[in-house]
């Protein structure tokens, strides 16, 4: 199929994309690297009248070292992001994750803001957000407001971003030097969609555990039992009760790819996995 009729409107600026949304308001789609809306509107299950091609606002785009954060633009392309020494070094997570991200070619087109603006439940990046406790900066025409992870995805492809908003800037914590990652997906084939997903970050010298669960409800969550019990004695034996408490708090999905029970099943062998892999 091909998409409806729409109006195409390419801003060099960020002040120029805003006051576009601002003007257009519900009737107005930003698009990135595309790799999500194009097939929908292909499929016509997404009908904007007016796009808004961010590809020409460079300030969007980009990543960065400042103070305690990495600070990544929207508009990076996963790849970049992949291929990043400054993310290696500093949020080693973030790498872990991406890596897992669909195939080169949807690297190199499909961008960090996209991915997380489009809130699939099934996305590594917005897992690893949310595991990582990121902050995200969402401005518009009038105004600037920074997001926690946990409050920015409200729903399977519902975020925090209003219409007349756009999700600018990605901020992560900087990790700290014997930081330790894991992330485990379970999926048909590599680069499709997962099934379940987790992810841990381990800083030894802080004694903080880190721990995140994806594409099993309609959000990524960060699993706060699991977290809050990491240095008791009985931790390790203690591990499979704490996943199966973690995932009785979560509403499964039930899909064309699965049913509900057989990705409570994967997501307790990822999460378990996960952690062990830090622990052990």
């Known amino acids: 199929m091909k998409p409806s009729a729409f109006e195409m409107h390419r801003p060099r600026e960020l002040g120029e994309a805003l006051e576009l949304l601002e003007r257009f308001g519900d009737d107005a789609r930003l698009i990135a690297g595309g790799q999500s809306l194009v097939p929908m509107m292909n499929l016509r299950i997404a009908t904007p009248a007016v796009l808004i091609d961010l590809n020409a606002v460079g300030d969007l785009v980009g990543i960065r070292r400042e103070g305690a954060f990495i600070r990544i633009g929207a508009m990076t392309r996963q790849q970049a992001l992949l291929a990043s020494e400054v993310v290696r070094q500093c949020a080693p997570l973030m790498t872990e994750a991406v890596r897992h991200v669909g195939h080169y070619s949807t690297r190199s087109r499909g961008t960090v803001g996209g991915s997380l603006a489009n809130a699939d439940p099934s996305s590594e990046l917005v897992l690893a957000a949310v595991t990582l406790r990121a902050q995200l900066t969402i401005r518009s025409a009038k105004q600037e ?11 399977a492809l519902k975020t925090a971003v209003q219409p007349n908003e756009a999700l600018t800037e990605i901020a992560v914590p900087v990790a700290s030097g014997d930081t330790r990652v ?9 680069g499709d969609f997962a099934i379940a997903s987790a992810a841990a970050q381990l800083s030894p010298a802080h004694g903080i555990l880190q ?9 990524a ?4 039992r699991i977290e809050g019990a990491f240095g008791r004695a009985d931790f390790s034996a203690a591990l499979d009760e704490l996943v199966t408490a973690e995932l009785s708090d979560v509403d499964v999905l039930s899909d064309v790819h699965t049913s509900a029970n057989y990705r409570r099943k994967v997501a307790a062998v990822c999460l378990g996995d996960c952690v062990r892999e830090l622990i052990a």
Do not use: M, T
């Open 211 to 219: 721990v995140g669960l994806g594409a099993v409800g309609p959000v």
């Open 221 to 224: 969550v960060a699993c706060r």
């Open 145 to 155: 407001r920074i997001v926690e992870a946990k409050d920015f995805f409200l729903d």
């Open 182 to 190: 894991a992330f485990c997906e379970h999926a048909r084939r590599h």
